[in-house]
């Protein structure tokens, strides 16, 4: 006797535990476009910045209610709104002018202190000789402010431009030159000794395997010197600068005017940020293959 008949047969069931359900496992996140992982993790960004925003508006709701609605704060120590607001009118075209300055210096400085850093990074990484020849003396170096140098860089140079970019470019080229060769020191030896397995050359292997690793260290420390090349022009354009948010932060604390000190604060501040987030963009879509956390 058959034992099938009279019975009913059940459908197969799918992937996800239903009968009817027949549709294909979504594909693990290693075949996903790299357009559409960016655009799943800026979607699941979206919620958390509004926390951001949220500290922002907090932070000005009580610089509002502490100046200008209470007065419990004295426009010397901290300046209210309508003070900024009427320094702001009072500069002008001034301000635009202060920014471009030193704008110009930091992306200058930092474009000549990191890729010398890489430069030079990348050459200790590849040669002991030329290790244990600039080892030494960067060591030496690194932990000196460039600030404290400013007495030296006048005197060889002046008060011209030359030396506020040589203090730029050197804070940078001290976090990238250990950044880079720390990173190519630490480049998984796996993929190193498969790409000579499948016959590549030391030199193939250290540009497109060697390289390839390192880029995502890298740009950690590309937006470390920007942030730091900020810091360090500004406060070289403190000495001998004739512009500069600097130079203009310098001349209103002479006569105590706070507010423009704070426009000029509220200005650093925008425009380091503003080149931090290009940065960032940048990094994210030429570095696509790096997975990243959710």
């Known amino acids: ?69 209470t007065g419990a704060i004295k426009p ?18 001034t301000l635009v002018d202060d920014a471009w300055a030193t704008t110009w210096r930091v992306l200058l ?17 590849r040669s002991r000789i030329a290790y244990y020849l600039v080892n030494p003396l960067i060591e030496a170096l690194r932990p000196v402010p460039p600030i404290a140098l400013i007495p030296f860089v006048i005197l060889w140079f002046g008060l011209g431009e030359p030396g506020r970019i040589l203090l730029g470019s050197l ?38 395997v060697v390289l390839r690793a390192i880029v995502p260290h890298l740009v950690s420390g590309l937006r470390i010197a920007a942030a730091l ?19 203009l932060i310098l001349q209103a604390s002479h006569t105590l005017n706070t507010a423009v000190v704070l426009v000029g604060t509220i200005a650093i501040g925008l425009l380091a940020f503003l080149l931090e987030q290009i940065i960032r963009i940048v990094a994210e879509r030429i570095t696509r293959w790096v997975e990243r956390g959710q």
């Open 171 to 208: 804070s940078c080229f001290m976090i990238m030159v250990v950044t880079t060769h720390v990173a190519a020191r630490n480049v998984n030896p796996v993929y190193l000794q498969a790409a000579r397995t499948l016959g590549a050359g030391e030199n193939r292997v250290y540009w497109s």
């Open 109 to 125: 400085s930092w474009a000549i202190g990191c890729s010398a850093g890489i430069a030079a990074g990348l050459l200790m990484g």
């Open 76 to 93: 010397l120590y901290f300046p209210s709104y309508s003070d900024v607001g009427h320094a702001l009118n009072q500069l002008g075209g």
């Open 1 to 69: 006797m058959s034992m099938t008949n009279g019975a009913t047969q059940t459908p197969l069931a799918g992937p996800g535990g239903s009968p009817d359900d027949t549709s294909a496992p979504a594909p693990p996140d290693a075949v996903v476009p790299a357009d559409v992982r960016i655009a799943n993790r800026t979607r699941k960004r979206q919620p958390l910045a509004l926390l951001g925003l949220l500290s922002v508006a907090a932070v000005l709701v009580a610089w509002y209610v502490l100046t200008d609605a």
């Open 229 to 247: 090349s900020w810091a360090v022009i500004v406060a070289a354009e403190y000495l001998g600068a004739q512009n500069g948010i600097g130079y």
